[in-house]
Every structure is written in C-alpha cells, then in structure tokens.
C-alpha cells in the first residue's frame, strides 16, 4: 500500500463519529498511585494486574468519564519475560496479558450500557487499544528514549520478543493495537513485519517518542522510519508519544508531510522521566488549560486522535475533550456516572 492509501476500519469509523478528532485516554500509572497503588517495580503500572487489577478498572472509569474515545491496557509494561521473572508459569503470565484487555473492555462496556439510550449524551463508545510497549520498555534501563538496544540486537530478535505478546492481545478482543515509544526504525520495521507475518486484521497504530522534537530518539530522521510503515496496510495511524507537549505542533506538520495515514499524537506533561533513576526531574509541565488551548491547534494542523501521556490525568482529557468537542465544563459534568 503506498502513501496515499489507507484501509477502511473500526478506526477511521471512530474518527468520523467523533467529528474528526477523537480523544485518547492520559497517564495511567500516574492515576494508579493517586489511587494508592504501589508501582515502584520494573513491571511498572502492569504490577497492578497481579496486585491491584480493580484499580486497574477504576481507572479505565475515570478516563470514559472525562471523555475518552479510545481506552489503552495497562499492558504497557506488561511482557511474558518481566512476568516470568517475577516466579509466575507462562499459563498466569499468559492470563494477566489477557486480562489488562478484558478489563478495559468490561470497563468500556459498562460505562456505554450506562449512557447508550440516555438522550444528547456526548460520548462515543470507546474502542479498547492493547498497549505494546518498545522493547526498552520492557528492559526498563530508559532504552526507549535513546533507540540503544546494542549490537545483540536485530530485526528477529525484536520480532520473537513481541510475538507472542501481540497474539495474546489480539486474540483476548482488543478493538485495535497501539505500539509506544517506538524509538528506532528497526523497531518500527519489527512491528510492521509482526502485523504481516501473523495477518493482524484489527487496526494498528506505531507511534514514536522524540527527545529533540525533530527526529527519533535513536537519531534517525522520521522520514526514513515512516516510508517503512507508509508501505504497510496494517498500520492505520502514525504518530507521538511521551514527547514534550510543546513539540507536538511541529512534528504534527513534519509528518504531514511524509504520510497520509492518520495521525496520533498524546505527549507527555513536559516533565522529563530520567530512566536510569527512575524518578521525574523537575520541569515547567503543560497544565491542563495549555492542553485545552493547545489540542484544538493540533487538530487543526491535522491531528486526527489525541490524548495524553505519562503525567496527564483525567482533568487533562477532560480539557482536551472540551476543546475538540466544544463542550463546557458543565456539560460534561452532567453525564457524571
């Protein structure tokens, strides 16, 4: 498929009913430890599944009733090594990956029952996205925000450590697959050729992290990592995440111009995450007022699903939603459940 194609799916469906712009749910471990949960641990917010999966649920709650179009699993973090090493056979860790999905669904569905026949509602009924997080995810050393996965590292290697992962989300009824943090090309080509080699018929998204608001974390020019996916039709959506807000507008731009698949972009709140430590650096972060002026200008410039990332809340959707939306805070707070 070249650039100027694109395949039909539950998606794009979701885009249009939403009017052009759909809304991606925020920060999960953020919500998780202001609920209590304890996450300091290498399976990060996934740690939640095995502990805490109600929080989990609760969770998916707070960000359908901010507005969220599209809810992503806690699976992030979630990988068959990271639980295997925790002293859990392959058939539980196997469970728990199937469950970060069925619990947004139960989530999902429960809070569209709820509104469905309620005359002018705002909401769409959201779709469920299984969260693939990077491979330097997984080894948890900041990887994902420097593409450095060293010489051992190639195409095969990547693929075989996310196979599985992929097969048991897909097959647990997610609506649609988000890779994150994507931060080098090999990696964007190991997704893409996954897709191909196991015939993922839901639809997909690839999107990157950036720490210089110009290329990919590795170094690479996004150019040369998007004529990769362009070739694909099994990716549908292209785009940002857990980059700094304020260089979202211009890479929304950037990447116009290098494909017309939609684009996803949900940044992080400007605060910056020191991998090796472990801990937030202090920053000038994005309130949730800058991402209400701010989402409406990223739609215009051609944006089509937004949201936040690490360090966003479900006030922040709830501004983003208003923006994209029109909608008052009033408005909104009526349909509370």
Known sequence: MGVGERKGSVLEDLIERAGGCAVIDGGFATQLEKHGASISDPLWSALCLIKDPHLIKRVHMEYLEAGADVLITSSYQATLPGFLSKGLSMEEAESLLEKSVKLAIEARDKFWDSFKDVPGHSYNRALVAASIGSYGAYLADGSEYSGCYGPDTNLEKLKDFHRHRLQILVNAGADLLAFETIPNKLEAQACVELLQEENIEIPSWICFSSV???NAPSGESFQDCLDILNKSNKVNAIGINCAPPHFIESL?????????????????????????????????????????????????????????????????????????????????DSYQL
Not at 280 to 303: N, Q, T
């Open 212 to 214: 210089d608001g110009e």
């Open 252 to 332: 929304i731009g950037k990447f116009k111009g290098l494909t017309s698949k939609a684009i996803v972009v949900y940044p992080n709140s400007g605060e910056v995450w020191d991998g090796r430590a472990k801990r937030w650096l202090p920053s000038k972060c994005f309130g949730d007022d800058k991402f209400e002026l701010f989402a409406a200008r990223w739609r215009d410039a051609g944006a089509q699903l937004i949201g936040g990332c690490c360090r966003t809340t479900p006030s922040t959707v709830r501004a983003i939603s208003n923006a994209l939306r029109g909608l008052t805070e009033t408005s909104l």
